[in-house]
Structure formats: structure tokens, C-alpha cells
């Protein structure tokens, strides 16, 4: 089976990365419940053995269900360009998404297992180990989330109405981004952590998230595929959708994460 032809198995796919997401994040908890270390990257972010207990078990899962597809993570990013070029199919991996808040111990971290195709998701899953909630979704296939000993729902991202609901980053927020607050105007805000907040929009909890700053291609990926396939949108600030694996770089331009309503947010930098 040749790299590509994957995507095309994303339902078929879906319950074992699922399932893989789960391990990764028992591993998590087991940390989670005791004493742990933290260290620093070269970027100062935290890490913890969390995050890399995390990570081998979705490698050696992954490894194991499609051996000839790469992987990346982050935990192992440091992958030449030149190299990436060549992949048109990969996963994209955030072993634990929101270590800040895993140190912090409120519950407000997911993994994240992303399909990567010629730079587009076709297939997503995020769990919530705390919770022990998951959202997936593959290309065509319609985005689900499930709760613990309950059966799968399917999620819709819904169309604005009234004044609007925005979810916000408990770590993050810059001063664009509470100038954009205040350019929208009236507004609810709900705050949590990591993935999340795009799962809210997939959902129709919330209509928006907006980042402006600095986040990375595994940050956004497995929630692009369950949010578009819940009808809403992952864009740049030039309303164009995000795309992976096109440049050296592994950052992300700033984004909006928004509902089924088509809303040019950018008006409101």
C-alpha cells in the first residue's frame, strides 16, 4: 500500500488511532496522579515525562498500524525540510497539547493525532484523558465527539446568531487579541485550555477562537479536520484555510477558528 492511499482509509483508521489517543493518554494520567519533572526547550515552554511517555506510545502505535507513513511530533520535530518535502502523507502529532495546564493540574490537555494529505487534515482525534472525552472526524465522514461509557454524537459547528461566543486561551492573550475582543463588540467569553477551544467551535458551544500569536502546525491540525467536518472553518487572518508541511518553518501564521457561518473576522483587527 503506497503512502497516499491511506487518506483514503481514514474511516477504517479512525477507531485505532482512537484507541491509540486513549493509551497515550492513560500514560498521561498516570503522571498526572503522582509527582512529575519539568524541564525546558530551547523556546523555554515546559515539558514534562508526560509528554514524552505520551509520545512513545502514539509512535510505537502509529508505527505499528501504518508502518510506512512518517511521523511527526513534537517531541521529535527537529526533521529537515527537505526531508518533509517529500512526505504527502503524514501524522501529525501532539502528544500532550497544553502542558501548561497539565502543570497546573486543571484538567485542560489533550492528545492529538492528526492525518496529514498533500498539506490538507483528512482525519482528526483529540482526547481529553481528564474527561475522558474524544472527538474525531475524517475527511467526508462528519465530526463525533463521544463521552466516557456513552454512545458517539455527532457535532455541528452552528451559525452565528446573537451576540457571540468566543473562547479564549488561559495562557495566551495579547494585547491584538483584546484589541479584536473589543473591536467585535458585546460578547460572551468562555476560557479553557489547549485544543479545546476549537473543539467548543466544532461543537457550537462557542462561534470563535482566535489566536494571534505564536503556535505550531501539531497545535491546530487534528482540530482542522474535526472542525471543518463540523461545518465551521480554520483560516488565516486572510480567511485562506491553514495548510501543513509547506515550509522550513513549523509555526503557524495567527488563525481563526470559527462556526458554519461564513463571518470574515479579519474586519475586526
Not at 122 to 139: D, E, F, K, N
Request: with cysteine; aromatic share 8%; glycine share 6%.
Amino acid at each position: 500500500m503506497t503512502a497516499d492511499s491511506y487518506s483514503r482509509q481514514c474511516p477504517d483508521l479512525l477507531e485505532p488511532v482512537i484507541t491509540i489517543a486513549q493509551k497515550a493518554g492513560q500514560r498521561i494520567l498516570d503522571i498526572y496522579l503522582g509527582d512529575f519533572s519539568i524541564t525546558r526547550k530551547k523556546d523555554e515552554s515546559p515539558v514534562t515525562e508526560a509528554d514524552f511517555a505520551a509520545h512513545h506510545t502514539i509512535i510505537d502505535g502509529l508505527k505499528a498500524l501504518t508502518p510506512e507513513l512518517p511521523v511527526l511530533s513534537e517531541e521529535s520535530a527537529d526533521i529537515p525540510f527537505g526531508e518533509r518535502a517529500r512526505w504527502h502523507c503524514y501524522w501529525l502529532v501532539d502528544p500532550l497539547d497544553g502542558t501548561r495546564e497539565f502543570i497546573k493540574r486543571n484538567g485542560e490537555f489533550t492528545v492529538n493525532i492528526a492525518l496529514i494529505e498533500k498539506h490538507r487534515s483528512v482525519l482528526g482525534v483529540i482526547y481529553t484523558p481528564v474527561c475522558g472525552i474524544s472527538y474525531w472526524a475524517s475527511r467526508n465522514s462528519g465530526a463525533y465527539k463521544q463521552k466516557f461509557g456513552a454512545k458517539p454524537e455527532q457535532i455541528r459547528a452552528r451559525k452565528k446568531r446573537g451576540i457571540p461566543v468566543i473562547a479564549v486561551s488561559r495562557a495566551h492573550c495579547s494585547s491584538r487579541q483584546q484589541r479584536l475582543l473589543d473591536n467585535i463588540g458585546a460578547h460572551q467569553v468562555i476560557s479553557v485550555g489547549s485544543s479545546l477551544k476549537s473543539c467548543l467551535v466544532a461543537e457550537g458551544v462557542a462561534d470563535l477562537y482566535a489566536r494571534l500569536g505564536p503556535t505550531s502546525e501539531w497545535d491546530t491540525a487534528a482540530a482542522q479536520c474535526i472542525v471543518e467536518q463540523a461545518g465551521g472553518h480554520i483560516t488565516d487572518t486572510r480567511m485562506q484555510p491553514l495548510r501543513y508541511n509547506m515550509k522550513d518553518s513549523l509555526l503557524n501564521p495567527d488563525f481563526f477558528v470559527f462556526g458554519a457561518k461564513w463571518h470574515d473576522w479579519s474586519q475586526h483587527l
